[in-house]
């Protein structure tokens, strides 16, 4: 360009500055070795987790180490294979990472503020959105914990619709999850398959919920709809396909040393490790805890229902992909079970205080229709009180917080998200490894955004 | 030189046509996967729905590379910044689409953290209602904005080339590089 | 109910609590210790950790001798072992509300005690990283405490107002 001048050139460097300024995050971000306390430098490279407390030897994070010989990249939050706006901050030796130190709160949404204005009828519209892969189990969750605040028994039908409902939505968020993975590593063909079968459980859960997802379809006392018509059919369907594709999948993947190479041994973490740092879910399993909230405190009905709990042995990539494979598997011997098994009877409790009259007395009755008209606009009250419960999501333990003061809203809603707590064993997962293995790491970890920042 | 003696077939038509033509075909989407929004966006690019029959299945993961943003998603507070450096970077000329109820006007999200309608920080083509929309709905955008593309001017300056307003700080409106290099500030 | 570990400091109230095994309400000298008792009782796994904000509803079910402030922070313990949960709700202060950080006993807590700063204000002492995790490094105010607006917010860029 002929129209270079000095001053375009200082234009455009403070234009850069500007940027950079304007999408740098100050202290959140991964500072230098020299700004960066003891204490921190050991949380970031995990040594915390291999001492007793926070006595660090100053060896085990390298402080000889100037900060010249290394250099600190940027991952994200834009990144192609972040899953979503995750950014991380790698610091790098060669290929090699030393400390990592995700930065989050790129899809900050406020819901836990937004929830605290919704009554408990719409809170379900509200969490159905955090985790957006499988929106029932968010649902789930916070359905579970106001029926316990409000102490309501829900009739079995309701009990099973939403332990099928919820073990198709396993399946279709562990494809996804496949699907992504298998893009992450390069295998494109592994991304068209996955969500291809996905869209068999979406057609499924269009035709019951009327969306494909973020279906809020579980509510409070019950769920909203009853399974439509040749709902068995369709189901049966579905589980015989994709357990037939799983096969597929499975020797796809599975047998293939290019894919076995990038997983295997790769971004190992102990059993110690994964609980002192909280994480739970299928990378708590892969390190051989059989701990699935499923089966060691149940909920619904799952003690009634046969199925195994995987775990794996070193808690690598590859057993973290094994344990999600099979883990599909069982779901479907669930959603089977589901089906032969089904009680009939009433999908919602008839507890006036909590479910909405049957459409037809809403024509007939005054009564009914002002009853239905204040239930979705005032919402219910709910005992005064707090409760935490949980359930096994895709990802770990979801679990919900309430306190309620006694009026239609909660007072405070805070969702223990699985993805947000599983997300702190990255910087100590990728310790040591290549910066090619940081995709397979993140991605082994499977963290939804929308889960993490909520 | 007589037609007669052309030995290829060939067309006639303006110059701007052929543009218009050429762009509507070909244009490459940035992946700009926010949040829910943008699982069904990857839907529809995938088997079932196939963006590739609209020569838009290449994703493009560079800004510079691509024509279209597909802004999927809710736009955070934290994120907005980082929306609009992307968009930035993206090459004349392009295309924003804004998916979903959430990017398109913040949706049920009402409050602090999200920005209440992309169109704030980057200006808007087509905005796809839904919430999440359907992959039916994302190609009835895009093929919208195809429309839009193939009827509409082949030399536009968005917003104008008016020089930012003084101590307007980081926000500038969209001007080409080149004219913004030029302005005093 | 389950009993208090051996180890448990003095002082601490105990009541029933739903879906959950034993609340205990330590002072908050206590409550890192306490925490750290039920660790060495085999609650290995820290599930969560958030504050509340309790204004405009003061009147919380509390047992005798707890003394409500503003603000709590509540902290789900969870055994593998013996398939058991245990609740601490630790009162954490009105003004400026501080108590002690987890790190130490679970590092897990890490990103939760970080979030509790950032939406709720309280200040965790020795935290390695004290900072804001969700929203941006500049960002005024504790969004989730209740005289924080929801309501709608003009957009707003660093050090430069909003194009509305
Ligand atoms: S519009 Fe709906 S689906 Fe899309 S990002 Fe917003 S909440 Fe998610």
Not at chain 1, 6 to 17: D, I, K
Request: with cysteine.
């Amino acid at each position: 360009m002929s129209d270079v001048t000095p001053e375009t050139t200082v234009r455009v460097a403070e234009r850069v500055e500007r940027l950079t300024a304007e999408t740098s995050e100050g202290p959140q971000g991964l500072l230098e070795r020299r700004a960066t306390e003891l204490n921190e430098l050991g949380r970031e490279v995990g040594a915390v987790l291999r001492g007793t407390g926070l006595a660090l030897d100053p060896r085990d994070v390298d402080v000889e180490r100037s900060d010249d010989e290394t250099m600190i990249i940027n991952m994200g939050p834009a990144h192609p294979s972040t899953h979503g706006v995750l950014r991380l901050m790698l610091e790098l030796d060669g290929e090699y990472v030393l400390r990592t130190k995700p930065v989050i709160g790129y899809l900050h949404t406020g819901m836990e503020k937004t929830g605290e204005t919704l009554s408990y009828v719409q809170g379900a519209t509200n969490v159905t959105r955090m985790d957006y892969l499988s929106p029932i189990s968010n649902e789930l969750g916070f359905c579970t914990a106001v029926e316990t605040l409000l102490g309501v028994e829900l009739p079995p039908r309701a009990v099973w619709i939403r332990m099928m409902m919820a073990e198709l939505n396993r399946v279709a968020s562990h494809l996804v999850w496949m699907a992504t993975n298998g893009m992450d590593l390069g295998s494109t063909s592994m991304m068209i398959y996955g969500f291809r079968e996905r869209e068999l459980i979406l057609a499924f859960f269009e035709k019951t919920t009327g969306l494909r997802m973020n279906t809020n379809y579980v509510r409070p006392g019950g769920v909203a709809a009853d399974l439509p018509d040749g709902w068995e059919d369709d189901v049966t369907v579905i589980c015989d396909t994709i357990l037939e594709r799983t096969d597929e999948y499975d020797e796809l993947l599975t047998g293939q040393p290019i894919f076995r190479g990038r997983m295997e041994g790769v971004a190992p973490i102990s059993a110690e490790e994964a609980m002192a740092l909280g994480v739970t879910g299928p990378i708590l399993r892969s390190t051989g805890v059989a701990w699935d909230l499923r089966r060691t405190m149940p909920y619904l009905a799952y003690d009634q229902v046969d199925f195994d709990v995987i775990v794996g042995t070193y808690g690598d990539n590859f057993d973290r992909f094994a344990v999600r494979l099979n883990e599909i598997r069982e779901s479907i011997r669930i959603v089977r079970q589901c089906v032969e098994r089904m009680p009939r009877g009433d999908y919602r409790v008839q507890d006036a205080k909590v479910t909405p009259p049957p459409r037809a007395r809403i024509d007939e009755s005054m009564e009914a229709l002002i009853h239905h008209f204040k239930l979705f606009t005032e919402g219910f009250q709910v005992p005064a009180g707090e409760v935490y419960t949980a359930i096994e999501s895709p990802r770990g333990e979801l679990g919900c917080y309430l306190v309620s003061d006694g009026s239609p809203h909660p007072f405070r809603m805070h969702v223990r998200a699985p993805s947000f707590v599983n997300l702190q064993a990255v910087p100590l997962m990728m310790r040591g490894g290549m910066v090619s293995d940081a995709i397979t790491v993140i991605s082994s970890v499977d963290p939804i955004m929308g889960e993490v920042d909520r | 030189m007589a037609l007669e003696d052309l030995h290829h077939n060939f067309l006639t038509g303006r110059l701007e046509d052929m543009v218009r033509w050429a762009r509507r075909a070909s244009v490459w989407p940035a992946t700009f996967g926010l949040a829910c929004c943008a699982i069904e966006m990857m839907a529809a690019g995938a088997a079932d729905y196939d963006l590739a029959r609209y020569g838009m299945e290449v994703f493009r993961n560079s800004p510079r590379q691509a024509d279209l943003m597909i802004v999927a998603g809710r736009v955070s507070q934290k994120m907005a910044p980082v929306l609009r450096q992307v968009y930035d970077q993206m090459m004349e000329p392009k295309w924003v689409i804004s998916m979903g109820v959430c990017a398109s006007s913040g949706g049920m999200f009402n409050n602090y953290a999200i920005v209440q309608g992309v169109d704030q920080i980057v200006p808007v083509d087509v905005y796809a209602p839904g919430c999440p929309p359907s992959p039916e709905t994302l190609m009835h955008a895009i093929l919208t904005l195809h429309e839009q593309i193939r009827t509409g001017e082949v030399l536009r300056r968005r917003g104008g080339a008016t020089p930012p307003a003084a101590g307007s700080g980081g926000w500038t409106p969209e001007v080409p590089v080149a004219v913004r290099l030029g302005t005093p500030t | 109910m389950i009993p208090l570990p051996p180890t448990a400091p003095p002082g601490v109230a105990c009541a029933d609590a739903l879906a959950c095994d034993v609340a205990c309400f330590p002072t908050p000298d206590g409550y890192v210790d306490l925490v750290r008792a039920w660790r060495e009782d085999g609650f290995e796994l820290c599930a969560d950790l958030c504050g509340v904000d309790y204004l405009g509803h003061p009147g919380r079910d509390l047992p005798e001798g707890v003394v409500a402030t503003r603000f709590e922070v509540v902290v789900n313990l969870l055994s593998l072992e013996r398939r058991q949960r245990v609740r601490v709700r630790v009162q954490a202060g009105d003004r400026e509300p501080r108590v002690a950080s987890l790190f130490g006993v679970y590092p897990g807590t890490e990103a939760m005690e970080r979030e509790a700063f950032d939406l709720v204000g309280i200040l965790f002492d020795g935290h390695p990283d004290l900072t804001r995790i969700l929203m941006p490094e500049d960002w005024e105010g504790h969004p989730l405490r209740k005289d924080y607006a929801v309501g709608r917010v003009p957009v707003q860029f660093k050090e430069a107002p909003g194009p509305r």
